[in-house]
């Protein structure tokens, strides 16, 4: 329990700083009783006054407030284990203060800061009994940036809108680099995580620790003057009679507020998203096998969920070393139950584990794909988990969800706490942000939330944007939780629309992108066309990283980014440009290394060429939207 100790209302200021007393927040209230706090880096401002409050329906929580205690600055230290992340073993330390605040009514909340060397984060805490059955309408914190400040944001999709009212599912595309208070369109906000440049410093904004007693958040729409509000959701993002809004039931924290802050290396090597979620559950280890997936709706589409076309996939998978198949859409109607237990056994005797693809369904959106409301409760929900566990399935793919209001997130809860029941894997997709998930629920391998290469294969504008794109997600989306792209599509895309990337840039996304199942966009028939010393480094790519370095990159521009594996460093690099780019590296910082092997374009469009590189300063000339692949060892 923390002690706080008890001041009146003064114009005092009170800070927390970092363990290296690199970060500053400091926090104060003004004659109002109005609450705001600021973020200095080096002495730099970072964030600037900028404010703190929560409206109840019960009670104006935004002024009239009196810091009535505040703790002394205490340590603290966590350490843990993922196995669908940037990094293995994890470790956390910040110090943090917490502050009460109270109105004349004595009706408050509680602040919790805690400051590390890579960020600051905080939380409101209600407490008490008078905090039973209390709404939150409107939570009035915000994010003052300076003017001259940089963004990369994706805006939130209008409620119910797109393919069969299925949006918002964090799927748009970025605005690279825009300046700070520019408008969001088409009124609705911005999603997390929020990349922000303040002139060499870099800070990522989301949220995490999201328990399903708070509806996911977003900025909204408007930032005068560069400052950034917490926005809700649309009223219509729910499900069917659920509620929108944060409601006690009893003490309860909001998410924490996530501001990453540093040099881009900070971003891409920071596990803060992570570090402040809860504590993992409890799952049987022999469950928690991350891996590589065949899939065949990425090439073929919906009428070859077939049982022939995914038998081949089995095969397939089994011939790349690949632990999974996924099976998509309306598998139940075209091969049905008993023939799909069929192909788990057939899977299992080549040691492919399937995963199964199922709607999320209801009356949110429009889509007809089965097995449809299999998971709207509790019952029905465990009656499917338990027959297909039975017949052999390791994890299912959940899709079409309806949004960010509090029922929305206490549904895919739900499903993940009677996933983890029996023992099964979970990928969700059409979705939210995981905002930390991963973690409390480590049997959630990968969340989709991104435009990813789906979308490559429906529309040549996807397509002639997907290297700038792609050079984005490691500073963003997945900058803490897996991402579903679907990457690497080595051969060709099987529709209308012709590829811009290189077969070195495709390959280059199978280390750069962090997913705890990575469902690959390549076929069979592809895989063919590709170099056996190619297949083979597929064969024997790790399934987890131990640890990861930031090399170089700017987002929307390149991206270099090393992931280390046992004793061994898979470096990879792409081009988000449609130029041809001079690359140099210095490999002299990978200690221990006595070999390094580059995987690369070849001279000829489509091809690759492979050779080895000295350990030192090396210059690598990148084809136009292209990439390579160091292996050290």
């Not at 040099?263 to 402040?276: N, W």
């Not at 895919?412 to 059409?430: C, P, R, S």
Request: aromatic letters at 12%.
């Amino acid at each position: 329990m923390i002690a706080l100790a008890c001041t009146s209302r003064t114009s005092t200021e009170y800070a927390v700083s970092s363990p290296g007393n690199r970060l500053r927040v400091t926090i104060w209230e003004d004659t109002i009783g109005a609450l705001w706090y600021s973020v200095t880096r080096d002495g730099q401002t970072i964030i600037a006054h900028s404010s703190l409050g929560i409206i109840q329906e019960e009670a104006d929580l935004s002024s009239g407030l009196t810091i009535v205690g505040v703790s002394s600055t205490e340590k603290v230290v966590d350490t843990y284990e993922t196995l669908n992340a940037k990094r293995r073993l994890n470790r956390y330390s910040a110090n943090q203060r917490v502050f009460r605040l109270r109105n004349a009514d004595d009706k408050g909340f509680d602040l919790v800061f805690q400051v590390s060397d890579d960020g600051i984060a905080f939380r409101y805490h209600f407490i008490g009994p008078d905090n039973q059955g209390i709404i939150i309408k409107e939570e009035l914190t915000s994010f003052r940036l300076p003017i001259t400040a940089k963004a990369w944001l994706q805006p939130v999709a209008p409620a119910k809108s797109g393919w069969e009212q299925t949006n918002p599912s964090y799927e748009e595309h970025y605005e690279q680099g825009i300046p700070v208070g520019t408008p969001e369109s088409t009124n609705t906000g911005w999603i997390y995580p929020a990349l922000f440049q303040v002139d060499s410093t870099w800070l990522l904004l989301t949220e995490s620790g999201l328990d399903g007693r708070y509806c996911a958040t977003r900025l909204r729409p408007e930032s005068p003057d560069g400052e950034y509000r917490i926005g809700f959701p649309d009223p219509k993002e729910v499900m069917p009679s659920g509620g929108l809004l944060p409601v006690s039931d009893g003490p309860f924290y909001s998410p924490w507020r996530v501001l990453t802050i540093g040099s881009l290396a900070t971003i891409v090597e920071s596990t803060l998203g992570l570090d402040l979620a809860e504590k993992a559950i409890v799952i049987d280890e022999d469950v928690l096998k991350p891996g590589k997936s065949a899939w065949s709706w990425i090439n073929s589409k919906d009428d070859f969920i077939v049982y022939e076309e995914q038998k081949k996939y089995i095969d397939f998978a089994a011939d790349m070393n690949w632990q999974y198949c996924l099976i998509d859409v309306n598998w139940d109607r075209n091969i049905g139950y008993e023939k799909i237990k069929e192909l788990a056994d057939y899977a299992a005797t080549k040691n492919v584990g399937l995963l199964l693809w199922y709607n999320s369904a209801g009356s949110w959106n429009t889509v007809n794909y089965t097995p449809k409301d299999k998971f709207l409760t509790s019952e029905s929900r465990n009656e499917e988990f338990k027959r297909i566990k039975a017949m052999g399935i390791k994890g299912v793919k959940i899709d079409f969800f309806g949004g960010d209001g509090k029922s929305v997130i206490q549904y895919y809860i739900a499903i993940l706490e009677d996933a983890a029941k029996h023992g099964l894997l979970v990928n969700f997709h059409g979705a939210t942000l995981p905002r930390g998930w991963s973690r409390t629920y480590p049997h959630l391998m990968t969340v989709e939330a991104v435009r990813g290469f789906e979308m490559v294969t429906f529309g040549q504008e996807d397509a002639d944007k997907q290297a700038s794109h792609a050079t984005i997600l490691p500073f963003t989306r997945n900058a803490f939780d897996p991402m579903d792209f679907t990457p690497m599509n080595l051969h060709k895309i099987y529709t209308h629309v012709k590829r811009r990337t290189t077969p070195a840039f495709e390959l280059a996304t199978s280390v750069l992108f962090l997913s705890g199942i990575q469902h690959y966009a390549e076929s069979p028939e592809g895989m063919e066309h590709i170099p056996e010393n190619i297949q083979d480094f597929l064969r024997a790519l790790p399934n987890s990283w131990d640890d990861v370095r930031f090399v170089s990159g700017f987002p929307g521009k390149d991206v270099v980014i090393a992931r280390r594996a046992d004793n061994r460093w898979y470096i990879a690099g792409i081009n988000g440009e449609a130029k041809e780019k001079e690359m140099t590296i210095d490999l002299r910082q990978f200690d221990g290394m006595i070999k390094a092997k580059l995987l690369t374009d070849g001279q000829e469009f489509g091809t690759f060429s492979q050779s080895i590189v000295p350990l030192a300063e090396t210059t690598l000339n990148l084809k136009p939207n292209g990439g390579f692949i160091m292996v050290l060892e």
